[in-house]
């Protein structure tokens, strides 16, 4: 598949770039792809729920009425989970969610998730751009020129640009992240994927790697 290449005033350069099939034009494995979305989820969790049992609710001890006589069923604590403010019953406690991940799904996934926009036509190839300082309004114009705004977009860089990403940070559907820290999760989260151009050759290294 070629793509032209535009410049950050939404012109085409007059150049093409060729995708590597190999990662933009596999056939896509759903299964792949579930899983590594499944273990980024699980990783975010925090896993700090927690409810209190009986056994450690703080409540008098004192048997709250005679066993004999009341017409009803024994009750021998405040702290049953029979009563309001009792204790829960197999209620959660802290966990960690997290598990691991076979490194060659999680770059069948990320090559299906490619492959799935390649599809869709969503992805844009651009030559790069910077700011000499942050800019929110300059950032919301190169996006406009691309005829992406107001979508969810992810923009690909090669490598940290500080600027690129403070001017990103409070556009609520844009997000920035370096080449080497892509996921599946935020390839299919996003309508549109900005590629610049100097960032295909990392994805390419990462996603041919053994």
Request: aromatic share 6%.
């Given at each position: ?48 729920h927690k409810s209190k049992e009986r056994a450690e609710i703080n409540h008098s001890t004192r048997k709250i009425k005679r066993q004999k006589g009341t017409g009803g069923a024994r009750a021998g604590s405040i702290k049953s989970p029979l009563f309001v403010g009792g204790g829960r ?122």
């Amino acid at each position: 598949m070629e793509l032209a290449i535009f410049n950050s005033n939404g012109l085409e350069t007059g150049r093409k770039l060729k995708l590597n099939s190999d990662i933009y034009g596999i056939e896509p494995n759903d299964h792949a792809i579930y899983l590594d979305v499944k273990q980024i989820l699980a990783n975010r969790r925090q896993g700090t729920h927690k409810s209190k049992e009986r056994a450690e609710i703080n409540h008098s001890t004192r048997k709250i009425k005679r066993q004999k006589g009341t017409g009803g069923a024994r009750a021998g604590s405040i702290k049953s989970p029979l009563f309001v403010g009792g204790g829960r019953i197999f209620g959660p406690k802290p966990r960690d969610y997290s598990f691991r991940l076979n490194k060659k799904v999680k770059q069948l996934a990320r090559k299906s998730a490619l492959s799935y926009k390649a599809i869709e036509q969503g992805i844009v190839v651009v030559e790069g751009f910077n700011f000499e300082k942050p800019s929110t309004k300059g950032f919301n114009t190169i996006l406009d020129n691309l005829k992406i705004s107001g979508t969810k977009t992810l923009i690909i860089i090669p490598e940290l640009n500080e600027n690129v990403y403070l001017s990103s940070r409070n556009i609520q559907k844009s997000k920035v992240v370096v080449a080497s820290e892509i996921n599946t999760y935020d390839i299919l989260n996003a309508k549109n994927i900005v590629l610049f151009e100097n960032s295909l050759k990392t994805i390419e290294n990462l996603l041919t790697q053994n």
